[in-house]
């Protein structure tokens, strides 16, 4: 197991961005984590890397490769992030540095994490460059962010990710304001380099087309807490959790014209005011009275699923006691 979540908590003040997760990741493998914008998706992947904004608090156990990061001290940590763990962040254009090159960014990484010459470094990053398939990388390493296309960009945020050489890359949102064929080459570059380069992948999304083509297993967030998760297959194909089925349904279906497309009414609650019972309950067509003041956990289920949903608890605590 190359990352293991435990119990892990990200606060700010009564707000609970993520609340109790515990998840895991394989060395090599693709996990897809989901949920509407607010669900605290980005706020666990910054958690993982120890970037989680002032005043959030974490609290719970990262263990990466049998160590927690949540102890070490701040100089073992950054050497973690950005050697071992790498990020590609959301919105390349903000994330890039716009008054230096593209090259400078890449080989300043490098230096980060290889104690070599400005003249190597720099030489690493157009190599970096040709990794990710930009053309002409040698001349494109001059060239300032706002001079590349925003797939180019992409490409670039991901050349920094791999500066490090890490065994796992964190991928948030990384199909952000790209044009489906964009999209489609990003993904396959995503796809090519960790075979080449044998990492696994937390891909960070709200895009369940991406999940079904790229993961492995899938794992549902809401309102900071997981409702769902399991190999990507089974839970495409039959949805444990009501949040689930109602994105799924919401995906618009090629051939199928004239009908509106299915909606999940509502919205994700407030953080510092989370319902009491199953944060779901108001938006959900499955709530019953008893959702109301039971919080569900967690509970494992056949072909390595897990599910949080009272009613789906009680259905099966039935299907038990009938046999």
Known sequence: MLLALEDLRVTFGAARAVDGIDLTLDAGETLGLVGESGCGKTMTALAILGLVPHPGCVSGAIRFDGRDLTHLEPAALRAVRGGQIGMVF???????????????????????????GRAAAHARAVELLHLVEIPEPAQRADAYPHQLSGGMR????????LAGGPRLLIADEPTTALDVTIQAQILDLFATLQRRLGMAVLLVTHDLGIVAERAGRVAIMYAGRLVEDGPVAEVFAAPLHPYTRGLLASIPRAGVAGRRLAAIPGSVPDL???????????????????????????????????AACLRLAEEARGAEGSR
């Open 154 to 161: 992409q490409r670039v945020m991901l050349a920094i990710a």
């Open 272 to 306: 510092r005011h989370r319902p009491s019972g199953c944060a779901f309950r108001d938006r959900c067509p499955d709530a019953v009275a008893a959702c109301a003041h039971i919080d569900p956990a967690l509970r494992q289920y056949p072909a390595a699923r897990r």
């Open 90 to 116: 959301q919105e390349p254009m903000t994330a890039l540095n716009p008054v230096i090159t593209v090259g400078a960014q890449i080989a300043e990484a490098v230096t980060l994490h290889d104690r070599i």
